[in-house]
């Protein structure tokens, strides 16, 4: 087969598992036939695991699901041949692609929130499984179904077996897919984005259990992600897509510390959990990354230190009621007497996992939520002292940018109306001509063209949508700018695109940001303090390269060690242009 | 040989592919060496090049949501059906001169029940009116009852519906209640009983406001579940953030993304307040003789059924078509402005 490639004895004539040729598949729409994926070529050997890695768009998925046959809509195989154990699967009817789902390729989806059925208890789900599979005889079902729930990782599988899905958290309802997905033990699992709903930690741990899993059952994995770091991390072999066409692939750390192919090298530069890892060996070689975006963070140390407080939190406290509760446990301390304060032109970014309190802090610092207890000053004034005039001058100058790129755009409004909003409640900005110079000036600073004016928000991307709410946030010169996971939904290219425009503004801008984030990569990035939140509580609080070099909290370092791709020595990133 | 292509891309990856790497491969990889058909290959640069991360697409023109609904509506058969349909019952209602020179109060006893003749194209009715005169006169009360009791249940259920879902709390258990115990009313049942007390004067307006009194209550229903679904939305919450007042907000944000449901409802309704009308005059407590009325004419030839059905039929049959019109155009509508059918 090949002469000039170096093999290992151990692996001389092995067979490959899965066998993509030349594969093709395209969608027949209203407007034509669509190629989804252009000749992509993949193998797979037995316990192996392989990621795919793509933005959204590149047809990732749809390559996963041509194997297990389950292509939506008007897909279809046009062209090569998907090859599985020796069998040609190519273009099988459904009748016969059913012997293979589940028994031979197993599939774990990716939103635990709406891939169990609510109805239904976990341990029929499961048996659901089984059953379709004859693996087990019904005598022995149930405990089967238990066995494969604790295998996932699930205690007291037993009693779980006869839980609903909402009785379960994120990350259990993960395991239990998973459960499924193995019922049947097959050769090869397609996890498509397995973890990328549920917080950092639970990412953590539910991976590595799948690995120690996958590896004792001799499973191979193909892992669909959108993370490179994660993709690096967990995959021996890495394929890169772009635009339904498969741009590089290789062993994976060769791709990553040496990208060839110019989007690969993108891709690499732009992922946070990568640039991280480097900037994280450059500190240590004592070199100054230039990947660190904060304004403020290669300036320390030649002026002295600016202690100007622009916001200062005290003491705050907010609390819940819980709907049906009786008693002590009638109230919920979302926040528990949290203080921190951020300086002038830095950024501070407030870090937790979800339920941690932290967005619950950015609404009572917006004057959105008021406070149970304690105070929150800006510029030295108690905001809940204010009165209502006082607070909406005062809003003029704390500008917020939401999370969801799909929600904080009213479909209903032109971009125009939506970035000019701010300037007719403030009633400044004068005339409509002068108004309109004004916007596009803003869409100008978030390199948006002009012509966006006159389009509305169902026309743009979530990316394009954030620089538009950033241009809005923008438009009444602030002074602070509350970034609530303003990055979060984001593919990695344009999310770092986003984060080199907010840095850019705050150093052109002198602005202040409040980060609010789940993900400790992009805060190694951005951020110039950190505070930790967990459960209501602040964990730990310092400056950024204090917190990662030497975390004192166990939570941080959990939170630290959990974001992928952190560990792997990437060099300086010196060689990335 | 399925990898033969592979080699020939391959000078890039082969010549670092030394053992010493191995040793940077986390644990558990130790197998760095490359198996066939997984060696590091890398495209050519594509066709079109990289392009720019996230360029926005300047080749269409822009569209807002309502202009993309028009888009979609006007490739729909069924929309243009029920646009002919609806124009032509208004204007009939509005100008029944110019489709007959006839009087539809004009009677002859002698042409009773009389066959078509011409001039006369659908025959006389048990008064010797023309009936072709009489259907299209009658598309005046059946219309202007549909059109203007369903302005006044959108206005009262609306302003009903956005106070109770948009300031929530006691204000919304007050006015749902209310809502409840008129939803609790038969809406015909209601009307005939109120129509009863007005014996002496009866109008298309007292109709109108006896239809309007009971049947608002499904627009302010839907109306509150929208407006709670509408103020939820982050971008709600932003404009809060900026210091805009609650009415602004309430108007200029809120009521502008609830329009889309109450717009197909009313469309819906209209139809059926239509029908209510005709079935009150069909029971002689609608509007009265005076008034020429689908309704009415049907009533009055349910007698005659059995000898001269087409009597019955012509009314009924412009009766049926104006109220399918109407429900099929709120179909359409649905369709249109049902945000999961729109792209992105």
Known sequence: ?577 | MPNNEFHTNHSLGQDDQTPDQAHFFPQGRGEALVRPGQEHFIAATDETGLGAVDAVADDSAPTSMWGEAWRDLRRRPLFWVSAVLIILALLLAAVPQLFTSTDPQFCVLANSLDGPQSGHPFGFDRQGCDIFARTVYGARASVAVGVLTTLLVALIGTVFGALAGFFGGIMDTILSRITDMFFAIPLVLAAIVVMQMFKEHRTIVTVVLVLGLFGWTNIARITRGAVMTAKNEEYVTSARALGASKAKILLSHIMPNAAAPIIVYATVALGTFIVAEATLSFLGIGLPPSIVSWGADIAKAQTSLRTQPMVLFYPAMALALTVLSFIMMGDVVRDALDPKSRKR
Not at chain 1, 139 to 157: C, F, I, Q, T
Not at chain 1, 366 to 390: F, I, R
Not at chain 1, 424 to 452: C, F, N, Q, W, Y
Request: charged share 25%; glycine share 8%; net charge negative.
């Open chain 1, 1 to 577: 087969m090949t002469t000039n490639i170096p093999q290992t004895p151990n692996h001389e004539g092995e067979q490959p598992l899965l066998e993509l040729k030349d594969l093709k598949i395209s969608f027949t729409s209203s407007t034509g036939v669509v190629d989804a994926v252009r000749g992509a070529n993949l193998t797979i050997y037995p316990g192996q695991s392989v990621a795919i890695v793509g933005e959204s768009g590149s047809g990732k998925s749809t390559t996963a699901m041509s194997i297990i046959g389950l292509l939506p809509g008007t897909g279809k195989v046009t062209e090569g041949s998907i090859m599985f154990d020796g069998q040609d699967i190519t273009g099988l009817s459904n009748k016969q692609m059913e012997k293979y789902r589940g028994s031979e390729i197993g599939l774990v989806p990716q939103d635990p929130m709406t891939n169990l059925n609510p109805v239904w208890r976990i341990g029929t789900q499961v048996k659901e499984s089984l059953r379709a599979n004859h693996v087990v005889p019904g005598s022995e079902m149930d405990k089967r179904v238990a066995e494969v729930l604790a295998e996932a990782g699930l205690p007291d599988a037993e009693r779980r077996a006869k839980q609903y899905p909402h009785e379960f958290s994120g990350g259990m309802r993960q395991r239990a897919l998973i459960a499924i997905g193995l019922a049947a033990r097959p050769k090869l699992l397609i996890a498509d984005e397995p973890t990328s709903a549920l917080d950092v930690t639970v990412q953590r741990q539910i991976l590595d259990h799948l690995e120690t899993l996958t590896k004792d059952l001799g499973t191979a994995v193909l892992f669909i992600t959108h993370d490179l770091g994660l993709a690096a991390e967990r995959a021996e072999h890495l394929v890169v897509m772009h635009r339904g066409r498969i741009v590089e692939s290789g062993p994976s750390l060769k791709i990553l510390r040496n990208p060839q192919h110019p989007y690969t090298q993108r891709l690499v530069k732009a992922a946070p959990s990568l640039a991280s890892a480097r900037i994280q060996s450059a500190q240590e070689q004592g070199i100054e990354s230039a990947e660190l975006l904060s304004a403020t963070a290669v300036a320390e140390g030649t002026i002295p230190e600016m202690e100007e407080k622009v916001i200062e939190v005290k003491n705050l406290t907010r609390e819940f009621d819980i709907r049906g509760a009786r008693g002590d446990k009638k109230k919920l301390k979302a926040v528990d007497d949290v203080s921190f304060f951020v300086r002038k032109g830095t950024t501070t970014a407030l870090v937790g996992e979800s339920g941690s309190g932290k967005s619950t802090v950015a609404n009572m610092v917006l004057n959105l939520l008021e406070p149970t207890s304690g105070e929150v000053l800006y510029n030295g004034t108690d905001l809940t002292s204010l009165s209502h005039k006082e607070i909406f001058q005062m809003r003029r100058k704390l500008q917020v940018v939401f999370q969801n790129p799909y929600g904080s755009l009213d479909p209903m409004y032109s971009i125009y109306r939506c970035i000019e909003e701010p300037l007719t409640i403030h009633k400044v900005g004068g005339d409509r001509k002068a108004r309109e110079a004004r916007v596009a000036e803003l869409l100008d600073m978030v390199s948006m063209p002009r012509s966006t004016m006159r389009r509305y928000p169902n026309e743009l991307s979530g990316g394009q949508r954030q620089r538009i709410a950033i241009a809005r946030a923008l438009a009444l010169n602030p002074e602070v700018i509350v970034l609530d996971e303003a990055v979060s939904a984001l593919d990695v290219l344009v999310q770092n695109q986003i984060l080199t425009l907010l840095a850019e503004l705050q150093q052109e801008l002198k602005l202040t940001y409040l980060f609010i984030t789940h993900d400790l990569a992009v805060v190694r990035q951005t951020a110039d303090d950190v505070v930790v939140m967990q459960k209501g509580r602040i964990v730990e609080k310092g400056r950024t390269d204090d917190i990662f070099n030497d975390p004192q909290q166990h939570y941080t370092r959990d939170l630290i060690n959990a974001v992928p791709g952190l560990g792997i020595e990437l060099g300086t990133g010196e060689n990335l242009v």
